[in-house]
């Protein structure tokens, strides 16, 4: 048992030794040391090396830069640049080299130890003159400053004083207002043109031709500005077709209306006053019925949108 316990010490000596001897470390840059100066520490290897592990225990001593060296034909290897912050000797320890392929051994560099000379002896009690400062680039002197700052505190003051007191508003005298007139709609406009046509009285002066023209000719204007149907162009067929097309409701007296009025146009014939008087009563109700429609449309609405159109 003692045996074999010897024989794996040896062994794992041996894989050490092994390990250690396949670093090989150079130093640069490394006599005459004083606080703050760089040296260089190389390490390399016969297989390429993926990383150098820094220790957090490192006080003496700073890495300020750690480089791999990749080059073509050599082993990967590495550059680290180091800064002492303390003086005196001290020694740097050993640090652990992973390989990059895990058939090669991890190994340690060996340790070192350096002179770092210190900037002043011990026993030097000499003060030492601070310099001024140095002035940036475009640093303007002091008083500058401090007129600025006044300039802002004023500025403060003014704008603080300002808000707190209001200046009286001049009253301006009141602008009349321009009254707006609604465009009346139309159908009004179509049953003050009935009104006045009844009011001429054209029947019972035999004019009856002259009449009913004029009372066709409400229900096509009507119809032209309701409807955007070019009525006052077309024939009472084309009318009748229109109506068809776009689906007007009533068509079927309108047709018996325009019929009407066409016989006593074109036709000599000539109706009673109570015909013409019943023409005219339906030309009223007809265009009555879109004042209802245009008040329900009105009560469903809501409340503060426009109103659309009638019709």
Same mark, same amino acid.
């Given at each position: 048992?003692?045996?074999?316990?010897?024989?794996?010490?040896?062994?794992?000596?041996?894989?050490?030794?092994?390990?250690?001897?396949?670093?090989?470390?150079?130093?640069?840059?490394?006599?005459?040391?004083?606080?703050?100066?760089?040296?260089?520490?190389?390490?390399?290897?016969?297989?390429? %090396?993926?990383?150098?592990?820094?220790?957090? *225990? @490192?006080?003496?001593?700073?890495?300020?830069?750690? #480089?791999?060296? &990749? /080059?073509?034909?050599?082993?990967?290897?590495?550059?680290?640049?180091?800064?002492?912050?303390?003086?005196?000797?001290h020694t740097f320890p050993e640090l652990r080299a992973l390989p990059t392929s895990h058939q090669n051994p991890e190994a340690w560099t060996d340790r070192f130890r350096v002179n770092i000379i210190p900037v002043r002896a011990q026993t030097?009690?000499?003060?030492?003159?601070?310099?001024?400062?140095?002035?940036?680039?475009?640093?303007?002197?002091?008083?500058?400053?401090?007129?600025?700052?006044?300039?802002?505190? %004023?500025?403060?003051?003014?704008?603080?004083? *300002? @808000?707190?007191?209001?200046?009286?508003?001049?009253? #301006?005298?009141? &602008? /009349?207002?321009?009254?707006?007139?609604?465009?009346?709609?139309?159908?009004?406009?179509?049953?003050?043109?009935?009104?006045?046509?009844?009011?001429?009285?054209?029947?019972?002066?035999?004019?009856?031709?002259?009449?009913?023209?004029?009372?066709?000719?409400?229900?096509?204007?009507?119809?032209?500005?309701?409807?955007?149907?070019?009525?006052?162009?077309?024939?009472?067929?084309?009318?009748?077709?229109?109506?068809?097309?776009?689906?007007?409701?009533?068509?079927?007296?309108?047709?018996?209306?325009?019929?009407?009025?066409?016989?006593?146009?074109?036709?000599?014939?000539?109706?009673?006053?109570?015909?013409?008087?019943?023409?005219?009563s339906w030309l009223r109700e007809y265009l009555m019925g879109f004042e209802l429609i245009a008040a329900r449309r009105i009560l469903d609405t809501p409340r503060g949108e426009m109103h659309a159109q009638v019709r």
């Open positions: 048992m003692k045996k074999l316990l010897f024989l794996v010490l040896i062994c794992l000596m041996a894989s050490i030794l092994m390990a250690d001897a396949n670093i090989i470390q150079s130093l640069e840059d490394d006599d005459d040391l004083s606080v703050g100066d760089r040296f260089i520490f190389n390490i390399r290897a016969p297989y390429s %090396l993926t990383e150098v592990e820094i220790p957090d *225990t @490192l006080t003496n001593f700073t890495v300020y830069h750690k #480089e791999r060296i &990749v /080059e073509a034909g050599i082993p990967a290897w590495f550059r680290l640049t180091i800064v002492p912050i303390l003086p005196g000797y030097d009690t000499t003060l030492v003159d601070i310099k001024p400062p140095v002035r940036y680039p475009f640093q303007f002197p002091i008083w500058v400053y401090l007129v600025l700052a006044g300039a802002f505190v %004023l500025s403060l003051l003014i704008f603080i004083i *300002t @808000l707190f007191i209001k200046p009286q508003k001049i009253e #301006e005298a009141p &602008v /009349e207002s321009t009254p707006v007139y609604e465009k009346p709609a139309h159908w009004e406009l179509a049953i003050k043109r009935l009104d006045e046509l009844i009011e001429s009285q054209l029947v019972y002066q035999g004019k009856i031709a002259q009449h009913h023209f004029l009372l066709a000719d409400i229900q096509r204007h009507f119809m032209q500005q309701e409807y955007r149907i070019a009525a006052l162009e077309m024939t009472s067929s084309e009318i009748r077709e229109a109506m068809r097309r776009i689906g007007i409701a009533r068509s079927g007296e309108i047709n018996l209306f325009f019929g009407f009025c066409d016989r006593a146009k074109f036709a000599k014939h000539i109706p009673t006053p109570e015909e013409t008087h019943a023409m005219e």
